[in-house]
């Protein structure tokens, strides 16, 4: 996965793994462990409690 330049070009690297039938369906192994990166390194805010 890559970011993109202002320009629309491509940028720097943000995620890079390969996995042989990493992206066979219908689980797409690469996609879950792409999900738990972002999860692990950006948790998803709790619903503030009333």
Same mark, same amino acid.
């Given at each position: 996965? $890559? *970011?993109l @330049?202002? &320009?629309g070009? *491509? =940028?720097?690297i943000?995620?890079?793994?390969s996995l042989e039938g990493g992206l &066979? =369906? #219908?689980q797409v192994p690469l996609l879950s462990q792409l $999900?738990?990166?972002v999860d692990k390194d950006? #948790?998803? @805010?709790?619903a503030a409690k009333p």
């Open positions: 996965m $890559r *970011l @330049n202002t &320009d070009t *491509l =940028g720097t943000i995620w890079q793994r &066979d =369906g #219908p $999900r738990k990166a950006y #948790p998803p @805010n709790q």
